[in-house]
């Protein structure tokens, strides 16, 4: 919804400006659809050039992410510690057979079925399963700083996977002001070849070249960049759910008291989405 709001008002601030200064708007909006088409074109191709199907896809994706906003909220987090908890304490007090059926099938479990929305997060789901699907193989003789490396791993290999759409747009971005160019000098060479021309269709023409280079730095560094920062704000606070995960699991672990495992996990949460500790502490008692 605020980038909606952001685009409005940046059109409005750069068009509406260049009116109120004495701008003619009209050949500046004579021009934009030719030079996008140039500017546009030469983008679409370089991006195809520079990237799979598959990072185009989720470049598609990233830009939806924008105007959804992050996928979890304060809820999800509770559940999530909620979820991780009922499993450590299950590997606790019942012993690793008792866990095995939930980590080795996590579709068929009925804990993580409590929690739907987290279940259909494949990452989530993984990383949970995976981990403890370890400690049970191991019968607990694991060393716990081993195990946190596996989690950092796992987490930075999904991080780098999901980033892929900011790094798609942040090149377009630094790209956009040279196609811009691009448009500008086939504009000068069109001027150039009618140099017979008396000096008001010249001067009509030389500005619609420069509307090239215009159209190129907004996009750039008014849209296309600003989209980019907002993927990876989103992407990183998405990503915020899993370093949960592994608190919860590498503090249980270690044989730290609830208390402290609680604050380890709330300890990574933004403030917005972060629960107190008696909404956590009662939740888990209650369940």
């Known amino acids: 919804m605020f980038a909606a709001v952001g685009f409005v008002v940046l059109l409005v601030m ?27 074109g030469a983008a679409v191709g370089a991006l195809i050039i520079g990237n799979s199907a598959t990072e185009l896809k989720a470049m598609g994706g990233g830009l939806l992410k924008v105007f959804k906003g992050p996928k979890y909220k304060k809820q999800d987090y509770l559940d999530v510690i909620f979820l991780v908890s009922k499993l450590m304490k299950m590997l606790r007090t019942e012993g690793p057979i008792a866990l095995e059926p939930h980590v080795e099938d996590p579709k068929s479990s009925a804990l993580f079925a409590e929690y739907p929305r987290l279940a259909a997060d494949h990452t989530l789901v993984n990383l949970i399963a995976d981990t403890l699907r370890l400690v049970v193989v191991s019968s607990g003789t694991l060393d716990v700083h081993a195990v946190e490396d596996v989690m950092d791993n796992a987490i930075k290999t999904h991080h780098h996977e999901v980033e892929s759409p900011h790094t798609t747009l942040s090149s377009l971005a630094d790209a956009l002001p040279a196609l811009g160019i691009v448009a500008a000098v086939l504009g000068i060479v069109k ?11 010249l001067g009509a023409m030389i500005g619609s070249a420069l509307v090239g280079t215009f159209m190129g730095v907004l996009l750039a560094y008014g849209m296309v960049s600003p989209l980019a920062n907002r993927v990876k704000q989103v992407i990183d606070a998405d990503g915020a759910i899993y370093h949960v995960v592994k608190q919860i699991i590498i503090a249980s672990l270690h044989g730290h008291p609830q208390p402290l495992v609680i604050e380890a996990a709330r300890s990574g949460i933004a403030h917005k989405n972060q629960p107190g500790f008696a909404e956590v502490f009662d939740g888990l008692r209650g369940r």
Request: charged share 10%; glycine share 18%.
């Open 14 to 40: 750069v068009f509406g400006g260049f009116a109120f200064t004495g701008g003619a708007l009209g050949p500046v909006m004579e021009a934009i659809p030719h030079e996008l088409i140039i500017i546009g």
């Open 191 to 201: 001027t150039m070849g009618s140099i017979d021309k008396p000096p008001s269709i």
